[in-house]
């Protein structure tokens, strides 16, 4: 069925290293992919998307792109701050006609130390 | 251009009573899901709102249920309320009515504690 594995977390980072957060999907199709993210006492706020192969999603210094052979969206931000300590969803929008649905992957918690 | 509103906060009822959230849509928008977030997880799909019908239900016994208005607003109702009802209630909304609706904006979400 359809669903996200997202690696597990929390991820643990010092100021200015490189971050990636690896997801890999199980979908039908070639479905819009997306990465959320929730921070501290808050709803989701989306990050980026990418809506066909090969596509390249980018916001705030992040991006992810898109691999229909691997069925990946890997997240990477080259350089992160301590206010990018959140939780990262990683999703894919699964549905048509009849109606749709985000199915999002368990989250993985970072945090960014000073 | 005001996104996702939803209310109240946080809510707290004891076991066996019913419960209202609501949500208003980010405007232009004319669909509205809701979702659940237990702690600790990723949001699970409730029920999905187009033109004041449900459109498309998750794995949700029939105690959940919702209501669309004609002005998109949307409410999701649970009763008999439960302790594992606890979570983090998520409202998303988008619109079919610029093309397949592809990107759902979240709401703040209501925090629901049943002791």
């Known amino acids: 069925g359809n669903s996200v594995t997202q690696m597990e977390g929390p991820v643990t980072l010092s100021e200015e290293a490189f971050l990636t957060i690896n997801c890999t999907y199980t979908?039908?199709?070639?479905?819009?992919l997306f990465w959320y993210v929730q921070y501290p006492g808050e709803g989701l706020q989306l990050l980026l998307k990418a809506t066909k192969a090969d596509d390249k999603g980018s916001n705030k210094g992040f991006e992810a792109t898109y691999r229909k052979e691997t069925t990946s969206f890997h997240l990477e931000k080259g350089s992160v701050q301590v206010s990018d300590s959140a939780v990262y969803f990683c999703a894919f929008l699964s549905g048509g006609t009849g109606g749709f649905k985000t199915i999002f992957g368990a989250g993985t918690r970072l945090f960014v130390k000073a | 251009d005001a996104g996702v509103t939803q209310s109240p906060t946080h809510l707290i009822k004891t076991r066996g009573q019913q419960v209202t959230l609501r949500c208003s849509p980010k405007?232009?928008?004319?669909?509205v899901s809701w979702y659940q977030q237990a702690l600790g997880q990723g949001p699970q799909f409730i029920f999905q709102?187009?033109?004041?019908?449900?459109?498309q239900r998750g794995n949700f016994p029939d105690r959940f249920s919702g209501h669309q208005f004609p002005n998109y607003s949307s409410e999701l109702n649970v009763n008999a309320l439960l302790l594992g009802d606890s979570a983090l209630y998520l409202c998303a909304s988008s619109s079919l009515a610029e093309g397949r609706g592809d990107t759902q904006y979240f709401g703040p979400g209501t925090r629901l504690t049943v002791l």
């Open positions: 979908a039908t199709g070639y479905p819009s």
């Open positions: 405007s232009g928008h004319d669909t």
């Open positions: 709102y187009y033109e004041e019908e449900e459109r």
